[in-house]
């Protein structure tokens, strides 16, 4: 096995079994693991206060005990976020962070305070229209008692030294990641969007500075071990907020023909397109980071009018020369099936094919799907335009 090749799998259980690396890194530092909630909670934060920030992933386990504890027609990482709590699954935590973006992500935090009533769980509200003159205000007044409920939890203090450091290293981790996303991009390697989404969920769970100096090795070694592979019909993923597509679907649209160049997927390029800004007070870097990530991919969760997700996309998608869109959206994500309308009508506009696959966390027909991205596959190569199917 090549070092590449190493690495990647290395990468890739940490992703898959990010409870028991969580576990062993409390053994080893004493410290405490924080679990934090996607899609805007500023990491950094957890880091210089000495804890372990952990995304919370979605679980394949099937819904049981917290089937009776939220609707059903919420979506599946809210369903499955749910019964994880119910089910002892998120006992290895010391306590739960996020900052709110939706109605359902609400519903699941009532749901995980109800059944874990002595886990301390922090929910701060961001303002979501980021154009109010008192917006920046309050996300700062809120970034500010985030720090200071952090600091409780693990018994520190968060110096503007500390949190300079964190960010620092949290935005290493990004630009190794990003780097990684450009030569793929550009065809300078080949790693197919499993391995892609192994390298961005193990930094959602790994120690920073670890994950890091595994990208900085493989980056030395990718260009000559992991040659591109020709061909393909060029796609761009877009959608899928909060959790990672099942990788299995993932392989399945490459086996189809599609070759993925880039993606909007929140475990994916919107996870590490930004950066906090290193100068300034750091406190306000955070605050900054906020605005930041929504202009640079803009989410729907999100009021902006100066920018939007369909214009991104249609930019993104000529800047790499994708040939389509493959849009995958969890079952009952409102914030998605809200705002898909305008991206389809943007796309169907200038005749960019696309297809919207929706996911669901259990029973997702893998051969239906392969047959209907057979067929986009199939129809781009044709030369076909616009919405390829009935969305
Ligand atoms: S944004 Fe969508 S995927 Fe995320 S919690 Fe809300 S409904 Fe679920």
Redesign the pocket.
Known sequence: MSRADEIITRLTQIAEDNHGYAGAWKLKTGGKVVGIL??NFPAELAHAAGALPVVVQEDRSPITLGRSLIFEF?????RSLTDQAATGALDGFDGLFLVD?????LG?VDAMRFVLPDMPIYLAQFTASMDEAWTPVEVAKKVNLLRHRLETLCGSTITADGLRDSIALFNRDRRLLRRIYALRRNGRIGLTSAEMQALVKSAMVMDVAEHADLLDELLETIEHERPPVAGGVRVHFSG????APRPELLTLIEECGASVVDDDLFTGYRYIATDVPESGDPLEALTHWYFDRNTNVPCS?RAQTSVDWESYLVRTLAANAAQGVVMLM?K?????MLYYPELRKELLERNIPHLLIETEHEGLALETVRVRVEAFIEQIKRGARGVLEPA
Request: proline share 12%; hydrophobic share 30%; glycine share 4%.
């Open positions: 996607p899609m919420y979506c599946g990482y809210t973006h939706c109605v359902a992500l699941a899928h907020f909060c959790h969760t969890p009952f994500c409102e914030p998605h």
